[in-house]
């Protein structure tokens, strides 16, 4: 079962532009909730202590993401080493092994076989049998145990060897995980990371091509957050793992093999913080984990096409960045989603309800979402590509809008 799944490798020489895409990192914050006095290596290279977030302060109509104001400062130019992006997981994930000896791995062939797509290699002959636990094919019970195992005190990491097999443990993860908190008057906090490969992939049929973000979004208590490179990959993974709250961390099938240079300092990114990839003044485009790629593609076309598109990841799914959201809307007063998301109940529609309940009056146009057909994915290698968002459609959007 394990063995069935092979990362598609995605070359540097792509047709998107990496150095754009890859290297624009905003500076990462400590989560504001964190305590404690500890030191933050921000993107351009300063030492920080204590770093809270000003997150909670109001909106401001003319504070706007200038394009000097952002971090564009190439990565290449620190130290850092170059890694692949299940290997930043890794990477993330022992260091928080070595720093908490309450931290542990559980799921499917995640011990000495290394996980299906090798984001535990190496673990378990370091940490031992009982810190990274092989589970038998058994979700809703492992999820449950990893659960159990948070109220007690430790910090587990359940894996889902593919994240369409988690709905065998969607009670676990909605009556439980995201409800206990709550439910026990807050006298157990559940500080769990369920985490797993997803989306459409190459050709693996329906059920191992799910989406499940428009699953779990509505399941109180929960925390999702996406990565779509090896820089933000390990700063979430390891700030998922040092949060008191459950959250869900979304990994896509076809981005474990995309390689970056990362920094050699520990760093940690924000879970409820948005990254602005592009700035732009046109059109503010929304989107995450593989669409990214999709997206930049299209802004190198809409670029020559005399369009100054705004592209923004929003990597945390649950809550919305809506103070970086916002002043893009304010500044650009059209907005594009694209998704890899299903169209209806997705993540694209409750991002739509939000923009149009805070920010309307700063829009120019009606939101445009680009989402995945409402169909099964197909086997078939061209079918699978028509039930997904394309470059040439955004382009074809930003045009619409943009008239």
Do not use: W
Not at 34 to 48: A, E, I, L, Q
Not at 90 to 96: A, I, S, T, V, Y
Not at 235 to 255: Q, Y
């Amino acid at each position: 079962m394990a063995s069935i799944f092979q990362p598609a490798a995605i070359s540097s020489s792509a047709s998107f532009d990496s150095k754009k895409l890859i290297f624009s990192a905003p500076c990462p914050r400590f989560l504001s909730e964190k305590k404690g006095s500890f030191f933050m290596v921000r993107s351009d290279g300063r030492m920080s202590t204590n770093g809270i977030s000003s997150r909670a302060e109001k909106l401001v109509t003319n504070a706007v993401a200038a394009k000097a104001d952002t971090p564009a400062a190439s990565a290449t130019s620190k130290s850092g080493h170059e890694l692949l992006l299940f290997e930043a997981l890794r990477e993330g994930l022992e260091e928080e092994m070595d720093r908490d000896p309450r931290v542990c791995v559980m799921g499917e062939d995640v011990g000495h076989y290394g996980g299906s797509y090798k984001v535990t290699k190496g673990l378990a002959p370091k940490f031992g049998d009982l810190r990274v636990l092989d589970t038998p094919i058994a979700e809703n019970s492992f999820t449950g145990m990893g659960i159990g195992a948070a109220m007690t005190g430790l910090r587990p990491v359940i894996e889902g060897m593919n994240m369409g097999f988690l709905l065998l443990a969607f009670n676990q993860i909605s009556n439980n995980c995201g409800m206990l908190h709550y439910t026990s008057g807050g006298q157990f906090t559940i500080p769990v990371v369920i985490r797993g490969p997803g989306g459409v992939g190459r050709q693996l049929g329906a059920e191992h091509s799910q989406r499940l973000e428009s699953y779990f979004q509505s399941i109180p208590g929960i925390q999702m957050v996406a990565c779509s490179t090896p820089y933000n990959a390990k700063g979430l993974m390891k700030a998922a793992i040092r949060s008191e709250n459950p959250v869900i961390l979304f990994e896509h099938v076809l981005l474990y093999n995309l390689k970056e240079k990362i920094p050699d300092e520990e760093y940690i990114c924000n879970l409820e913080e948005a990254e602005m990839v592009r700035p732009g003044e046109h059109v503010t485009i929304l989107t995450y984990s593989r669409m990214r790629y999709h997206v930049m593609q299209a802004a190198k076309t809409l670029v020559n096409k005399g369009y100054d598109p705004e592209v923004i990841d929003i990597r945390s799914l649950k809550p919305f960045d809506l103070h970086t959201i916002g002043n893009s809307v304010k500044k650009t007063h059209r907005v594009l989603i694209v998704e890899e998301c299903m169209r209806t109940g997705g993540i694209g529609a409750s991002l739509t309800a939000a923009i149009n309940e805070n920010f309307q009056d700063y829009l120019d146009a009606p939101i445009v979402c680009l989402s995945s057909q409402d169909v099964p994915t197909p086997y078939a290698g061209t079918l699978e590509e028509f039930t997904i968002v394309q470059p040439a459609q955004i382009v074809t959007a930003v045009e619409q809008l943009c008239r």
